[in-house]
């Protein structure tokens, strides 16, 4: 039985543990780990209780060999960062996360009214359209997104980049965006007038969207 070394413990042995141990660990010290929370959380929160000096019972934990060999530790962590994945021509999935220093900075200012995807076309030589894009309200505990494209701009050409921004009073503040991207195109077909006959189109769901234009918008935001 590996038991736990003398006086604080040190990253390398927590790191050899399976996530089930550390878990076991962390309540043999009475720490209330909430359910899903990644092993590199953690494993923090036993290295901070663990400098306390108090120790646990740990003698039916063992080292697990796999975990030393095969576990690989992300090189960054709580970074803000933006991903976007191509479903078809017609919808994209989008995921996010915000930096929890940014985020517990935004959302306690006074003027902080949440935060939005806007969708930006690109032309051939990556300049924004910026008349040509849209903006999806998200809230503050979403962290994904799907993204329908009811309507391509005619001068981007299917490219577009996606930027998560945070709303701090009438500005759009940007908070990260995404590497450029393209929408696969539609095949032709001489059967198919318009790209609203085409079956995808149909099966999507993309005509039943309410569609609101810029120009519509209730409020004007100002974008920096």
């Avoid at 660990?25 to 092993?39: K, N, Q, V």
């Avoid at 039943?208 to 810029?214: A, E, Q, T, V």
């Amino acid at each position: 039985m590996e038991k736990i070394p003398d006086g604080p413990v040190s990253r390398t042995w927590l790191e050899s543990l399976s996530t089930s141990e550390l878990i076991k660990l962390a309540d043999s010290f009475g720490i209330d780990i909430p359910h899903g929370l990644e092993r590199i959380f953690i494993i923090e929160e036993l290295l901070e209780y663990s400098d306390t000096g108090v120790q646990g019972k740990t003698d039916d934990l063992e080292i697990n060999p796999a975990y030393i060999e095969t576990t690989v530790l992300p090189k960054q962590y709580n970074i803000s960062y933006i991903e976007v994945i191509i479903r078809d021509p017609l919808w994209v999935y989008v995921y996010w996360e915000i930096k929890g220093h940014d985020r517990e900075i935004h959302e306690h200012a006074d003027d902080f009214k949440g935060y939005c995807l806007r969708v930006v076309p690109l032309s051939e030589k990556n300049t924004e359209l910026n008349e040509a894009s849209f903006t999806v309200p998200v809230n503050t505990d979403d962290s994904a997104r799907y993204l329908g494209f009811a309507e391509h701009s005619s001068r981007s050409h299917g490219r577009y980049i996606i930027r998560l921004d945070v709303i701090r009073g009438s500005s759009e503040l940007p908070v990260v965006e995404s590497l450029p991207f393209c929408l696969p195109k539609l095949i032709k077909n001489e059967d198919i007038n318009t790209m609203k006959e085409n079956p995808l189109f149909r099966f999507s769901g993309v005509q039943d969207l309410s569609i609101i234009k810029n120009t519509d918008k209730q409020s004007k935001v100002k974008r920096h």
